[in-house]
């Protein structure tokens, strides 16, 4: 079962995920792969069509990424995208200048000829622009299509080779009908037929898991994220009982996490599945430790070696499923930036397993495609729309020492913040929610008793991917409501107080 698949050359632009995300919701596949994949690699990848991304280079720059003119003579429809277009141009022989004055944010722009790529789309509308060089002349045989009074060549093509060229950035919500000029590229000058949909993906996934697991071991490590979720519930539908998945439970979660993993996913499906209950082990080996570089260290090996020790329990297996999705696949590709804070998640756990094979269902999907296949799989919305969580868990919430005592406090306090933002119909805005006990403890006054308790702040952030964040502005009643209730309901808190800050200069998480 090939699908049909669009190319997407990345050359350096912050959007080039977002414009393969935009492309499969379009029921279209695609892939990203970097801008030097030569002709003979396109050619057996055998696109049916190819998208240039933006960048942040001039295409005059020494060091700029150009690409070899027999790409643009393969017969394959192109689409360049802002550096894609003005790279097109400068390759065939067009010309490409430093405008006057570049150009960012929302501009009106007008169609002044028909193409495939205007159909629906109205004559003027705003699109969203972020250069500084443009063409200011098309190759010979290409006309151009479009223009805003100061860019002159802000759509163009040769609708007989099927190569366009757009100076915005049609992948941004801020351009009105971007998103209905890809979709023209897409189907109108690629023919494509919209054969990616999640309920073709389950079908086909658990067909060749199937196939190839055949009637063999599975492994799976469950950490009631998202991913681990989708990817044990697509391999348990494909090989039912044969797979065997392990949730180490390190004491950590939220309130009614542990349980609802227990619930859903052994009671409901029928899982094989083993909670290690290691809540008491984890607290022993955090006692007296405050920094958080050093919280996260021990959390992670100690994560590892109660997970070997279910292992080893079982014995050797033929396969290990792992969440890997599609964003982590591109980034193990680049170049690794400073550590901010060591990341703990599954990576260390195929050196202590006896396996012969990794199965990584999820490789090629970006995250809310993942989320479709849980819900396509019928997983609840709590496992499906869970907010990132970090692998830490709340022990990176609790500033200082991890005890039994402010665990409860925290899970309580952010058991009601949860409540109520999702009582005031704002889940789905925020990124991430959650409650911190900051180290500090302050003077309060409850029923004529002078009180000295825990500082609880709460965190909300609004975000696309988490590399960037600003606090989201929770009205001020709801507020008032979260403080009220969990100063009156969770012991030990006497003082609410709302975090401000965005990333940078802060991060997400307190530690
Ligand atoms: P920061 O705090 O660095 O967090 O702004 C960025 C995102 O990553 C999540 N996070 C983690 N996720 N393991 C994870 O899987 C971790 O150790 C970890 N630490 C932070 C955080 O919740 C946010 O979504």
């Not at 392990?246 to 909670?275: A, P, Q, T, Y």
């Not at 003077?443 to 500082?455: L, S």
Request: glycine share 10%; aromatic share 8%; charged share 25%.
């Amino acid at each position: 079962m090939q699908h049909q698949r669009v190319l997407v050359l990345d050359f350096g632009g912050q959007y080039n995920q977002l414009i393969a995300r935009r492309a499969r919701d379009l029921g279209v596949y695609c892939d990203l792969k970097p801008c030097d994949m030569t002709v003979g690699e396109i050619r057996a990848y055998d696109p049916i069509g190819i998208i240039f991304t933006g960048g942040p280079n001039s295409v005059y720059d020494p060091a700029a990424p150009h690409i070899d003119r027999a790409v643009l003579g393969l017969g394959i429809p192109v689409l360049g995208i802002c550096y894609g277009s003005q790279l097109i141009a400068y390759t065939l022989g067009g010309k490409v200048e430093h405008a006057a004055m570049s150009e960012y944010g929302k501009r009106e722009f007008s169609f002044l000829k028909e193409s495939p790529l205007s159909e629906g789309i109205p004559q003027t509308s705003v699109c969203w622009m972020s250069h500084t060089d443009h063409v200011t002349e098309v190759p010979d045989g290409f006309a151009v299509l479009a223009s805003t009074p100061t860019c002159p060549v802000t759509v163009y093509g040769n609708a007989e080779k099927a190569i366009y060229g757009v100076q915005f950035h049609p992948e941004v919500v801020h351009s009105e009908y971007g998103n209905k000029l890809l979709e023209n590229f897409l189907y109108r000058v690629c023919g494509a037929k919209g054969d990616w949909t999640m309920g073709g993906f389950v079908a086909e996934q658990v067909a060749l898991l199937k196939e190839k697991i055949g009637d063999k071991k599975v492994l799976c490590a469950m950490s009631g994220g998202v991913d681990s979720a989708v990817a044990a519930t697509l391999v348990h539908r494909a090989v039912g009982s044969q797979l065997t998945c392990v949730f180490v439970d390190h004491g950590l979660l939220r309130k009614g996490e542990s349980e609802e993993v227990m619930s859903v996913f052994k009671d409901g499906l029928g899982m094989n599945l083993i909670r290690a209950d290691a809540g008491e082990r984890f607290l022993k080996k955090l006692e007296g430790v405050c920094e958080p570089e050093e919280k996260r260290k021990i959390i992670g090996a100690e994560f590892i070696k109660v997970f070997e020790i279910e292992a080893k329990k079982i014995g050797a297996v033929d396969f290990l499923v792992q969440g890997t999705i599609y964003p982590d696949v591109i980034e193990s590709g680049k170049d690794k930036s400073a550590v901010i804070k060591s990341h703990h998640n599954v990576g260390g756990l195929p050196s202590v397993v006896d396996f012969k094979e990794i199965v990584e269902p999820l490789r090629d999907l970006f995250k809310d495609e993942v989320r479709r296949v849980g819900a396509e799989l019928g997983l609840p919305d709590s496992v499906v729309q869970r907010q990132p969580f970090p692998g830490p868990g709340l022990a990176i919430r609790i500033m200082g020492e991890v005890t039994r005592e402010k665990l409860e406090t925290l899970r309580d306090a952010d058991y009601i913040f949860r409540e109520e933002v999702a009582k005031a119909g704002l889940a789905g805005k925020i990124w991430q929610y959650f409650a911190v006990i900051t180290n500090s403890k302050t003077v309060g006054v409850q029923g004529d008793f002078r009180t000295y308790e825990n500082v609880i702040a709460l965190r909300a952030v609004t975000s696309v991917d988490a590399m960037t964040a600003d606090w989201a502005r929770i009205p001020y009643d709801v507020l008032e409501r979260i403080s009220n209730r969990i100063t009156n309901e969770v012991p030990h808190a006497n003082r609410i107080v709302y975090d401000i800050t965005s990333k940078p200069p802060a991060t997400i998480e307190w530690e």
